[in-house]
């Protein structure tokens, strides 16, 4: 079954760097998705993805935060110079589309900002 | 109020036993609606689609109430592989999902 794929699986880094998160989505998917979970909290919305272009985001997903799918198969994160309160598992998805509803998502990247 | 609200639990059932969940929802404006089960430390699985008749997925039975906004989870002879945490998840007719904290469930032999 295809599944989305995240590398790496945890990430550390010092405040004030810059990170990359990458992300591989299901094979044939047109909408991918970044979400976050803050430990003990809910899942969150970050940003949404389709036809190379932002379609939605949050709050959250303010200047610090940008999006990129460099090549046909890779869908990226980078979060410019971290803060602690970046500290967060932070999930792919990605939707077929075609009206489909349901997204799914990657194993998740545990980034640490210390 | 909240987007999504969920009793956060835990629910702690013996194997065998039936199990329901709730879960409001505040964006009456909504059009999808989803369970998921997320184990530990892992990513949101989808376990089943909520639809406005009611679906059943084998031993889980889902509800939507639109007029009270309201959606339900019914696990029916629970396992012990069921031990998750289960989150109702809404989407309120834009790219995203809304995810409620989540329902803890553990089932003990």
């Known amino acids: 079954e295809p599944e989305v794929t995240q590398t790496p699986s945890h990430q550390v880094t010092q405040m004030g760097q810059e990170v990359i998160l990458r992300c591989v989505p299901i094979?044939?998917?047109?909408?991918f998705y970044w979400y976050r979970q803050i430990l003990g909290q809910k899942v969150e919305f970050l940003v949404s993805f389709y036809n190379n272009e932002i379609s939605e985001k949050s709050e959250i997903f303010d200047d610090q935060f940008s999006v990129e799918r460099p090549d046909g198969s890779n869908f990226t994160l980078k979060i410019r110079s971290t803060k602690l309160e970046d500290s967060a598992m932070y999930f792919c998805?990605?939707?077929?589309?075609?009206?489909?509803?349901?997204?799914?998502f990657g194993p998740g990247t545990r980034l640490t900002v210390t | 109020r909240k987007e999504v609200e969920q009793d956060p639990g835990p629910f702690n059932v013996p194997e065998g036993a039936t199990v329901a969940f709730n879960c409001t929802y505040s964006?009456?404006?909504?059009?999808?609606f989803f369970w998921y089960r997320q184990d530990c430390r892992k990513e949101p699985k989808l376990l089943m689609s909520v639809y406005s008749s009611g679906n059943e997925d084998g031993r889980f039975t889902a509800q939507l109430n639109r007029a009270s906004q309201y959606i339900s989870l019914l696990i029916r002879d629970s396992k012990l592989s069921d031990s998750a945490t289960f989150l109702c998840v809404v989407n309120p007719h834009t790219d995203k999902l809304i995810f409620g904290t989540g329902t803890r469930l553990q089932v003990f032999p």
């Open positions: 998805a990605s939707n077929p589309g075609q009206g489909a509803l349901e997204q799914y």
């Open positions: 094979s044939n998917h047109l909408y």
């Open positions: 964006n009456s404006a909504s059009q999808s």
